[in-house]
């Protein structure tokens, strides 16, 4: 028997799983798209984790985070339900020992995370825009027909970056456009675009505030080659890539299922990826809130309901 | 005359007795919902501050239920709220909702335009007015008083949502009620009936201070109920904005032995200035609770709200000379559940840490002086 801590982060564009072995070193990892689905992206992610590591696992510990961190902890039976900014830090902080500043740029979220001597001492999250920078990208290169894969190392190509407007992405979008018809190079445009997202990430995220080496960079846009060297020339320092790069959230999560120290898990077993899940809601009428209840169902038995201010429908139900 | 008036937090139990005191007939607005912000949200411009929105979404519902003159608080100075009545005024001219209006400006500014307000919505001798005027401000003291009770209940109590019930229930009956006398007994029964609330034991309780805007302090519709929220996660929530304090404050010209702002006093260094709103109170407060002791300062504003702006510029200034950790966290008809109790959620887990590292730190030094080390002998 394999002992391992999950680690689950559902977010809203890409759900992962990491499985951990008893001494923290990375054993597994899935990334999956969330599309919409969270329920059967969980499922999905942790078939995909038999699979590749056999059935003989005795799960120790399970975490989960991201914004569906709560419907998977009912789902799968976590014993620790973390924030992104909290797994993040503590997952940077474990992979980049003495890391000063996280950069942290997702699908839809970016966060910046201050640590002095290893503990958070501040944070900071999109918030009017800068938001969705990861799909941004993930847009640009569907519509110049790049592959996604790709994108980054043509910025490297580029000679002299043209310069963007950064401040909101529907305006990015056009000047880019407006760039393209005047006939600038293609790598130049692919420069000039990350080179504005860092800007805009620095000045609506960063915001004033001090960002001392070592810098780690971490989430889907870490992949990206011309993002890391825009952010190099911006800061004047490096950036580190961690390995696990895209999957630090559910890296933390499993992390501080580990930290936890638990003598059971709370987890519900494997089988759960064969059980059907169900997930269904109304409006409640009990007053003129008309909250949206939502209800999570293992086959007949109800498993949690959320969405109600008043706490009428989730205190009904004992989890 | 059917009168109304916008919502604030419990503001409309105060209200009504006050109005009801003069002799009026009050028509309450029904209580703030998502129904409210998608009425007022529709018909106000989207540039304009939430108050603004949710404001007029209240006298859209009080309409229906057959209200005809609203009676609301104006301003003078670098806060939007001077043009709010102006401005909800044609709007609702133009959605054809017929309204009479009674705003009220600051009354050091315009005493008498104050008083010939009161005299024309007057129906009753004056000492009779001035006993209904008498009982909604003890009503507003009974308020304040029991809700600081709860704050302190909420991160401490084991079943949570219990204190919140019982809250409620007094909310309800002070709303009723129609003497001194029965306000003394509703406010004993609450305190009798929270004495006995099952209690955590051995939870680390973290105390943050509530600073900002008014509206969206006071206000659980809009701030999303942000003190109950902390409360579940083990917080306890201060705060210096009370309705019976902005009385005292304003009305009373501070009179009253209430523990008040003074930001000329707190403010300075960081804020030697009034900026609107309640931006200098915002930083005087977050310096008050850096003072006395609290873990972290939470500010409150509606989007795009200048004088918060101005605060929230100054904050990094009080965060470094106070020594605690603040977040500005801006609200408006756009803001998501999910994001809010993220960055609340991530606030707190990184206050407790830095709790417990200080903790060590402190034993660790305890224990450098008990056996000598560090230290010359």
């Known amino acids: ?319 | 005359m059917k009168v109304t008036f916008p919502h604030m937090g419990h503001l409309w139990v105060v209200l009504k007795t006050a109005l009801e005191g003069i002799g009026l007939e009050v028509v309450v607005p029904p209580p703030c919902t998502r129904r409210t912000l998608e009425l007022g949200v529709r018909h106000a411009p989207e540039s304009a501050c939430l108050p603004l929105k949710v404001n007029l979404g209240n006298f859209l519902e009080a309409k229906e239920l057959g209200a005809d003159t609203i009676v609301m608080a104006g301003g003078v100075g670098p806060c939007r709220i001077g043009y709010y009545a102006q401005v909800q005024r044609e709007i609702l001219r133009d959605i054809g909702c017929e309204y009479e209006m009674v705003v009220f400006e600051p009354p050091d500014v315009h005493f008498s335009e104050v008083l010939e307000k009161v005299k024309y919505l007057n129906r009753r001798p004056w000492q009779e007015g001035l006993r209904g005027v008498m009982l909604a401000w003890q009503k507003a003291c009974a308020l304040d008083y029991l809700e600081q009770r709860v704050q302190h209940l909420r991160p401490r109590e084991a079943q949570p949502g219990r204190v919140d019930a019982v809250f409620q229930r007094a909310l309800r009956e002070l709303a009723a009620a129609a003497s001194r006398r029965e306000i003394k007994r509703i406010v004993r029964q609450a305190e009798r009936e929270m004495a006995t609330l099952p209690l955590h034991t051995g939870r680390t309780v973290l105390k943050i201070g509530i600073v900002g805007e008014i509206y969206t302090v006071l206000e659980p519709l809009v701030n999303l109920n942000i003190e109950k929220r902390l409360g579940t996660l083990g917080v306890e929530v201060v705060r210096g904005l009370f309705i019976s304090r902005w009385i005292n404050d304003n009305l009373f010209k501070g009179l009253l032995p209430l523990p008040s702002h003074d930001p000329a006093k707190t403010a300075p260094p960081f804020l030697n200035h009034f900026v609107g709103g309640h931006g200098w109170e915002s930083v005087g407060d977050a310096v008050t609770f850096a003072r006395h002791g609290c873990d972290g300062v939470i500010q409150l504003a509606p989007l795009t709200c200048m004088p918060e702006i101005v605060a929230h510029s100054v904050m990094p200034a009080v965060q470094e000379a106070g020594g605690v950790p603040v977040m500005t966290l801006y609200l408006d008809e756009q803001t998501g559940e999910a994001g809010l109790q993220t960055r609340l959620e991530a606030f707190v887990d990184m206050l407790y840490w830095k709790k417990k590292r200080d903790k060590e730190r402190r034993s660790a030094g305890a224990w450098g002086y008990f056996l000598g080390v560090g230290r010359g002998s």
């Open chain 1, 1 to 319: 028997m394999k002992a391992v801590y999950l680690g689950i982060d559902v977010g809203s564009v890409s759900t992962n799983v990491v499985a951990l072995d008893e001494q923290g070193k990375v054993l597994h990892t899935v990334y999956l798209r969330t599309k919409g689905q969270p329920i059967q992206a969980i499922q999905e992610g942790l078939r995909q984790l038999l699979t590749a590591l056999g059935k003989d696992l005795k799960v120790k510990g399970v975490g989960t985070t991201g914004s569906g961190r709560s419907l998977a902890a009912v789902m799968v039976g976590a014993d620790v339900v973390k924030n992104e900014i909290t797994a993040h830090a503590v997952a940077a902080n474990f992979a980049v020992p003495g890391v000063q500043t996280v950069i942290e740029i997702g699908g839809q979220d970016s966060k910046i995370i201050i640590l002095r001597h290893g503990i958070v001492t501040d944070f900071a999250m999109n918030t009017v825009c800068a938001a969705g920078t990861g799909s941004f990208l993930d847009q640009q290169a569907a519509r110049l027909g790049i592959p996604i894969e790709d994108f980054g190392r043509r910025a490297l190509e580029a000679r002299s970056p043209v310069r963007i407007a950064g401040r909101c992405a529907v305006f990015a979008e056009s000047d880019m456009i407006h760039k393209q018809q005047q006939g600038h190079p293609i790598e130049d445009i692919i420069a000039g675009l990350c080179e504005a997202l860092v800007r805009n990430y620095l000045n609506n995220v960063g915001k004033g505030k001090e960002i001392l080496p070592p810098v780690v960079f971490q989430g889907g846009v870490a992949a990206n080659a011309g993002m890391r060297r825009a952010f190099n020339r911006a800061l004047g320092t490096e950036v580190i890539v961690p390995e696990h790069y895209g999957v630090m959230g559910a890296f933390g999560a499993a992390l501080l299922a580990k930290d936890m120290g638990l003598r059971e898990s709370a987890f519900r077993g494997f089988n759960l990826t064969e059980m059907e899940f169900k997930t269904g809601g109304f409006e409640c009428q009990g007053c003129a809130n008309h909250c949206e209840v939502v209800e999570l169902r293992e086959g007949s038995r109800l498993l949690a309901r959320w969405g109600d201010r008043c706490g009428k429908w989730s205190n009904a139900v004992a989890v």
